[in-house]
């Protein structure tokens, strides 16, 4: 059954600054997941990566996926305060196919001016 | 479209008390799926359906919660003899075909158990 463990679990920093969020997962997956949640709401998909050196990018994030290193990064640069919210890494539970989600426990960021 | 809808909102319960939570996934998609959200344990996955049929009872949290799925539709998670702990965000999900596609989110069911 799949772990997962985000680092840092919180993280206060400026705009402008460019940061990563890292991702690590106890198990072979053929899948990552992140996902953003703005406080009261629910969650909204950023990227699915789905293969061994996968990236994505919109905007200012840039996801990257790393099968062997059981590594998954979320780059933000030039961050800005809309992207202040808590982002969240989750894997297939089982490995894969139609699994329901193992998350982490989330990262909570806050840009500030 | 229509996104994955999830009914109550919120629900205000006493202990003891039967609820029933709803999902409308997106239309067409055959996998759904619930989890959910408290402080203490965070993210948690309880329940997915392929169709109408749930393969894997295991990730809920008791034998107080059962769910169902109907017409290869609508979702209803019951939770009998609502305890404190029992008091979460609810959330629903669902796939396009279940094969490990991304999983769109409804709102969620804030359950408050008294």
């Known amino acids: 059954e799949l772990k997962v463990e985000q680092n840092p679990l919180f993280l206060s920093m400026q705009e402008g600054k460019n940061y990563t969020i890292y991702c690590n997962y106890s198990?072979?997956?053929?899948?990552l997941y992140w996902y953003r949640q703005d406080p009261g709401k629910s969650l909204e998909s950023l990227f699915v990566l789905l293969s061994n050196g996968a990236v994505k990018q919109e905007g200012r994030l840039m996801a990257s996926l790393d099968t062997k290193a059981r590594l998954s990064t979320l780059h933000i640069t030039a961050a800005v305060h809309d992207l202040s919210a808590t982002y969240f890494c989750?894997?297939?539970?089982f490995g894969g196919g139609a699994d329901g989600l193992t998350f982490g426990k989330g990262t909570h960021l806050i840009i500030q001016p | 479209g229509a996104g994955v809808s999830q009914s109550p909102s919120n629900k205000v319960t006493e202990k003891g008390k039967d609820v029933e939570l709803r999902c409308d996934p997106i239309?067409?998609?055959?996998?759904l799926y619930w989890y959910r959200q408290s402080l203490g344990q965070g993210l948690e996955f309880l329940i997915y359906f392929q169709g109408n049929s749930a393969p894997d009872k295991s990730g809920l949290p008791s034998d107080r919660f059962s769910a169902e799925r109907t017409g290869g539709s609508v979702s209803t998670l019951t939770i009998q003899r609502t305890q404190q702990e029992d008091s979460a965000v609810y959330l629903c999900?669902?796939?396009?075909?279940?094969?490990?596609?991304?999983?769109?989110f409804g709102p969620g069911t804030r359950l408050t158990v008294t």
């Open positions: 999900a669902s796939t396009l075909s279940g094969g490990g596609g991304e999983q769109y």
């Open positions: 239309s067409g998609h055959t996998a």
């Open positions: 989750a894997g297939p539970t």
């Open positions: 198990t072979t997956s053929d899948r």
